[in-house]
């Protein structure tokens, strides 16, 4: 379904059998070739069926949401995120889950929206504690640009077919995020999360790490800013512990629901 | 899982499963336009990912229409929880029109009764 929140229209899926039911647990995706997908097939579905308000959706630029030119800061994301819980008539307070991008957007709206956050489970999260947290997002934009331009370069002029044109659609849409929108510029002036701001955080923190990220730096201060807070490492895994170890995010996903929520029904993966 | 028919295509329950296909194939062409038709023909063995090169996102757009067409009577989100990534990227058109039909059907007590 289509939502309008903050001015914008924002592609929703709401799962679950009955919508209303509690916790409500929203799904926040990572980074520009990133959407709801991602989140769909592997959490929000069981999720679901352990007995939450699942509710997924894409950021503006991203699946099938609106791309507008501007509005991609931080604070933007996470007015997106509040204007979408007050249009779908959520009070309650939610639990985020989010992946990479996804995650720095929830950690954001913890600090700023605290009354509307139940809890944070923050997987890989990008959350720099100095002044150059944006400079991941050069690095990946230069990335993609580059295979945007070799796609095109190697594969359009060649294949004009239905298919290949479909095949192009995703680069094509990261294409005109990357270099369209004010996305790059945005999300790089992010300002960092601070050990003072972080230690006021006033809500129920998980972060899921891969033991070989590269963001062990972030890792590390985020562990040390929120020692109250549950911070797992899993083995064998980098960045994309989401995907690779879908099985042990999923069940430390459920089980923090559990203990947080008592009355949902859990039915962890085996 | 365990009265899940053998051989879909046999016995009376082949033309419920061709017509599940059918809306199925309808619900696609909503998602991705038609001109997929002059270039794949779809068939239980047909996967989404693979075959028909759906993107994820578009996949999920074609549950929520699934859903839609079907209501409550199908419990997507259910099957959906019980597969892995790699069992959703591999899944075909005739997997899932076998779960709308066991979801349609009349339970089994009733069939024997």
Redesign the interface.
């Known amino acids: 379904?289509n939502v309008v929140a903050n001015g914008v229209r924002l592609h929703v899926?709401r799962?679950?059998?009955t919508p209303g039911r509690s916790p409500v647990v929203v799904f926040l995706h990572g980074l520009v070739i990133d959407?709801?997908?991602?989140l769909?097939?592997?959490l929000a579905?069981?999720v679901?069926?352990a007995g939450a308000d699942a509710i997924l959706y894409?950021l503006r630029g991203h699946?099938?949401s609106d791309c507008p030119r501007s509005g991609y800061t931080i604070d933007d994301s996470v007015a997106d995120l509040i204007g979408l819980l007050d249009a779908l008539g959520i009070d309650e307070p939610a639990h985020l889950v989010g992946h990479s991008y996804g995650a720095s957007i929830a950690l954001r709206a913890g600090l700023r929206s605290h009354d509307r956050v139940a809890s944070l489970v923050l997987i890989e999260p990008h959350c720099s504690e100095s002044g150059d947290g944006g400079a991941w997002v050069e690095d990946i934009a230069d990335l993609l640009t580059a295979n945007a331009l070799n796609f095109e370069h190697t594969y359009l002029p060649q294949d004009e077919?239905?298919?290949g044109r479909?095949?192009a659609?995703?680069f094509r849409a990261a294409d005109d995020l990357l270099n369209g929108t004010t996305l790059v510029e945005d999300v790089s002036a992010a300002p960092p999360f601070s050990p003072d701001e972080l230690s006021g955080l006033a809500v129920p923190v998980l972060s899921i790490w891969g033991e070989h990220t590269d963001l062990a730096t972030s890792a590390m201060s985020l562990a040390a800013s929120l020692p109250g807070g549950r911070h797992e490492v899993v083995a064998g895994v980098a960045h994309s512990v989401l995907?690779d170890q879908?099985?042990v995010v999923l069940d430390l996903l459920l089980a923090w629901l559990g203990e947080l929520c008592p009355s949902m029904a859990l039915?962890a993966t085996g | 899982m365990s009265d899940a028919p053998q051989h879909p295509s046999a016995g009376s329950g082949g033309g419920e499963l061709a017509a599940i296909i059918a809306d199925l194939t309808q619900i696609l062409v909503d998602v991705?336009?038609e001109?997929?038709l002059?270039?794949v023909e779809v068939t239980p063995a047909t996967t989404f990912s693979h075959d028909l090169?759906l993107?994820?996102?578009e996949?999920?757009?074609m549950a929520?229409k699934l859903q839609q067409r079907y209501g409550?009577r199908v419990?997507l989100?259910?099957f959906?929880?019980g597969l892995?990534?790699d069992q959703?990227?591999d899944l075909t058109v005739g997997a899932l029109a076998e779960h709308v039909a066991r979801s349609l059907a009349p339970s089994t007590h009733e069939r024997t009764a």
């Open positions: 379904m899926q799962l679950g059998r959407n709801l997908s991602s769909f097939y592997s579905n069981p679901a069926e894409d699946g099938l077919s239905t298919l479909r095949r659609r995703p995907r879908t099985p039915e | 991705i336009g001109d997929f002059l270039e090169e993107e994820s996102i996949f999920v757009a929520e409550g419990d989100t259910g959906l929880a892995s990534i959703i990227l």
